[in-house]
């Protein structure tokens, strides 16, 4: 019995090896990170799964009221083994509430993990003014 699988993997080997290119050009062409998103009390916490991505090679922008974190993963392509990581570029765009804090957006990249905090606008505080009023007789 083994020696049959041996001898269907053989027979195979030419369409896994056409399987396996496509797939590999496939994993290049672009990919998107996954995302964490937490509301809090004054702000909202993005966390972006970026792993072997220098933080060198990834941009934070806001354009047309939207958050665009965009990078690319480079591949080495060294050896023909197998892998399941995706290569190339990547963008994510996250429309914006209008009570942000724009100039406020920190990033911090550790570990593979760019966490991004985006700061709600204080709300107007409620003004009392005391006024004088006078009885008119």
């Known amino acids: ?25 496939n ?3 672009s990919w998107k990170p ?8 004054d702000h909202w916490l993005l966390s972006v799964d970026v792993p072997g991505i220098p933080k060198d090679d990834i941009k934070v922008d806001v354009l047309d009221g939207q958050l665009v974190i965009s990078g690319e ?8 083994g197998y892998s399941e990581k995706r290569f190339g570029k990547f963008e994510r765009r996250f429309n914006l ?3 942000v804090e724009i100039a406020k957006i920190t990033a911090n990249y550790a570990h593979g993990v760019l966490e991004l905090t985006v700061p709600k606008e204080e709300k ?8 004088n009023v006078n009885e008119v007789q």
Not at 36 to 41: A, F, K, R
Not at 124 to 131: D, E, H, M
């Open 1 to 25: 019995m083994r020696y049959e699988l041996t001898d269907i993997n053989r027979s195979l080997s030419p369409f896994n090896t056409l399987f396996d290119f496509g797939l590999e050009r």
């Open 34 to 41: 996954n995302v964490d998103i937490q509301e809090e009390p």
């Open 73 to 80: 993963r480079k591949t080495t392509k060294e050896s023909k």
């Open 124 to 131: 107007a505080k409620p003004v009392s003014i005391n006024i």
């Open 97 to 99: 509430p209008e009570r």
């Open 27 to 29: 994993l290049e062409r």
